[in-house]
């Protein structure tokens, strides 16, 4: 039976996006990961995900530029932006870019909250 939801996980640490997509799929939430930005960035404008997970600060490219290039081409896409320095420059950024931010470090179930959030409310 497939999953109603699905998310990709977008993080250069490999055991982090493991970790995640066990959280995610424990909760019945189908997964995709990737540890490389570019590829990351194929996956989401090629297949249709309910959310995307991202990290801010990965070699290549960043969460941000990765997140409006997104937005650019999927402008309904539901964006959760995660950093251990989430500080009030990228909340603004985040705002402007109408995406979630999460900051590290955080519970499985705050994760799962979030994004049930982006799902109901609607960040565009």
Request: charged share 30%; proline share 2%.
């Amino acid at each position: 039976m497939e999953s109603e939801v699905r998310v990709l996980i977008i993080d250069d640490d490999e055991t982090f996006c493991e970790l995640l997509a066990e959280t995610l799929d424990g909760a019945g939430i189908d997964t995709v990961w990737t540890t490389d930005g570019v590829d990351g960035y194929e996956k989401s404008v090629s297949d249709t995900f309910d959310a995307i997970v991202l990290d801010v600060h990965m070699p290549r490219v960043l969460g941000t530029e990765l997140a409006k290039d997104i937005k650019q081409k999927k402008p309904r896409a539901k964006i959760i932006l995660i950093s251990t320095f989430a500080d009030e420059r990228l909340r603004e950024i985040a705002s402007q870019l109408d995406v979630a931010l999460l900051s590290k470090p955080f519970s499985a179930n705050h994760l799962l909250q979030m994004i049930d959030k982006v799902l109901c409310e609607g960040h565009r």
